[in-house]
C-alpha cells in the first residue's frame, strides 16, 4: 500500500507560478511511474506529466514548457513547477503511483488561478 499526499495549491493570479508537492509514504521511484493529473469542474481528468522509475520525463504537449515535474528520491517526493499560470489552470490537481496493474492516488490540491 501507498499513500499519497498533495500539497502546494492555491490561489495564484494569471502568469504566476506554483510548486506541487506529492509526499509518498515510502520510497517507490524505483519501482513506480510518478504521474499529475488535473481535473476542473465538468471535465474530464486530464494527463499532465509522469517522471518513469528510469528519471525520464513526458508532457502533454500543450502543457510543455510551462509545467515541470521532478522527483527528489531522499524525500520520496515528487514535485510539479508551474510557471506562467492561467485561469484555464484552474482545477484540482493530483498525483498518481503506477505500476503495472497497481495504481494509487492522493486526494489532490486545488490550484486556483484567478486575478
Known amino acids: 500500500q501507498v499513500q499519497l499526499v498533495e500539497s502546494g495549491g492555491g490561489l495564484v493570479q494569471p502568469g504566476g507560478s506554483l510548486r506541487l508537492s506529492c509526499a509518498a509514504s515510502?520510497?517507490?521511484?524505483?519501482?513506480?511511474?510518478m504521474g499529475w493529473y488535473r481535473q476542473s469542474p465538468g471535465k474530464e481528468r486530464e494527463w499532465i506529466a509522469h517522471?518513469?522509475?528510469?528519471?525520464?520525463?513526458e508532457y502533454a504537449e500543450h502543457l510543455k514548457g510551462r509545467f515541470t515535474i521532478s522527483r527528489d528520491t531522499a524525500k520520496s517526493t515528487v514535485y510539479l513547477q508551474m510557471d506562467n499560470l492561467k485561469p484555464e489552470d484552474t482545477a484540482v490537481y493530483s498525483c498518481n503511483a503506477q505500476r503495472f496493474d497497481r495504481s494509487y492516488w492522493g486526494r489532490g490540491t486545488q490550484v486556483t488561478v484567478s486575478s
Open positions: 515510502r520510497n517507490i521511484f524505483s519501482l513506480y511511474a
Open positions: 517522471i518513469r522509475n528510469s528519471g525520464h520525463s
